[in-house]
């Protein structure tokens, strides 16, 4: 028996990198709106957050299509995204589960694949909150550089989603980093996002139903990307 | 995540222990729903209330014994107002939204204050009277407007927000409102109204900010 499986290829460690990074560093910038001390730091009139901000949330919605192309080309980037993203029966049932669990009744345990409800919940959300971020953000950094582009109560009105939906990706990243690197139960997953392998125990007690194929695949000589 | 370990089997036939620890539970959703309905109140006033800018050095404190409106310059009867001869003279109520160069707005804001137009007649603008500088009490930050600008009729020495004084936040004991322009353009704890032949720079215009920052709006 195999102590580590190949959990992530590296493509799908660069898709979650390349979003993580910039949306971190997205976040930290944005916060500083809640901040005044920060916030009207500048550098001869040019406030340094907002300027990081805009910059780098321009550059992310510019390079993001075509580093997604070139990264969906790969198959396990697919394929991960893809379970990810799809729902199925026991999906539900594990919510229930976790429910029935903390409600501190007697509950059975459906079997787990790749990612449980819970992270494919988080991936939804954190999805539909970053793709509404960037739209709202290209109109905000276009008006940022040019005010005559757009009506002000326009602006105004995207400068409250864009608001909305940070402080609703939030939690998400707070929650996602705690189980990433903190949580003793969970933090074993962060080696499956920076060198790609997770232990073996871990995953058959979190991913169970995964654990199987991929113990399966190890045992033919399959990496990550052809399972 | 998983399960947790399977208790052993003298624990998991022992329904009140388990009743007790639901209880438990279900007083902790309780308190926590609570904690997120107030939570919920913080997180909308982050997203539709004010949010603050300055660059004073800390914000200033008004002194109510000490604190002087002073209206000087190219005037022909200089001013000096304590707080309450400020709040004595004609004043106007107005509701007028507030736009923030960085994007958001506050709408509806409802200020009572003293009408710019009002202040001149009182003083007198010489001739050469052009130009209007608004000084902050923190001495750093200040802002101005060319004299055709601060008569238009919006233009406000604001003391009262939405029905109470000005916090200190917000710019206690008195803020310039100009609501045709962004909001950079009103400086806060206001404490002299300078009238000047030439345009003294604003402390952003200084560093390269628009100097007639009107808002564009097809409302």
């Known amino acids: 028996m195999p102590e580590f499986l190949d959990r992530f290829a590296p493509s799908t460690r660069v898709l979650h990198w390349l979003v993580a990074i910039p949306v971190l560093i997205l976040m930290l910038t944005g916060l500083t709106n809640f901040w005044p001390e920060a916030k009207t730091l500048h550098l001869g009139g040019a406030r340094i957050f907002a300027w990081l901000h805009v910059l780098l949330g321009l550059g992310f919605a510019v390079a993001l299509l075509p580093s997604l192309l070139a990264i969906f080309s790969r198959r396990a980037a697919r394929r991960d995204a893809r379970e990810l993203l799809l729902v199925r029966l026991d999906d539900y049932l594990w919510l229930q589960h976790r429910a029935l669990r903390a409600a501190g009744l007697r509950s059975i345990a459906p079997r787990v694949g790749k990612f449980n409800a819970g992270q494919k919940v988080n991936a939804a959300l954190a999805t539909t909150a970053i793709i509404v971020l960037i739209g709202t953000g290209v109109v905000l950094g276009v008006n940022f550089w040019n005010k005559n582009v757009f009506d002000v109560d326009l602006v105004a009105a995207v400068f409250r989603w864009h608001t909305v939906l940070s402080l609703l990706l939030l939690p998400l990243i707070v929650g996602h980093l705690y189980m990433a690197a903190l949580n003793p139960e969970t933090r074993e997953s962060l080696r499956g996002m920076t060198s790609g392998r997770v232990r073996r125990a871990w995953a058959e007690r979190h991913h169970d139903a995964w654990a199987e194929r991929a113990r399966e695949a190890s045992r033919r000589g399959a990496g990550p990307d052809r399972r | ?219």
């Open chain 2, 1 to 219: 995540m998983s399960d947790e370990p399977r208790p052993p089997p003298g624990e998991s036939g022992a329904p009140r222990s388990r009743r007790l620890l639901s209880r438990a539970r279900f007083l902790g959703l309780l308190a926590g729903g609570a904690a997120l309905g107030a939570l919920s109140t913080r997180v909308f006033g982050l997203v539709d209330g004010w949010r603050e800018n300055t660059v004073e050095d800390g914000r200033p404190v008004f002194d109510r014994a000490t604190y002087r409106l002073t209206v000087d310059g190219l005037v022909a009867r200089p001013l000096s107002l304590d707080y309450d001869s400020l709040r004595s003279l004609p004043a106007v109520r107005q509701v007028s939204d507030f736009h923030c160069v960085e994007g958001w707005r506050v709408p509806n804001v409802r200020w009572d204050g003293v009408r710019f137009q009002s202040l001149a007649e009182l003083v007198g603008p010489l001739p050469d009277a052009r130009y209007v500088t608004f000084h902050s009490l923190g001495g750093v930050y200040r802002d101005s407007l060319s004299l055709t600008q601060a008569r238009l009729p919006g233009v406000l020495i604001a003391y009262d927000l939405d029905g109470a004084p000005l916090s200190r936040v917000r710019g206690a004991p008195a803020r310039l409102v100009m609501p045709r322009m962004f909001g950079y353009k009103g400086p806060k704890w206001l404490t002299r109204v300078e009238f000047r032949d030439r345009q003294d720079l604003g402390y952003w215009e200084q560093r390269g900010w628009r100097v007639d920052a009107w808002i564009r709006s097809s409302g």
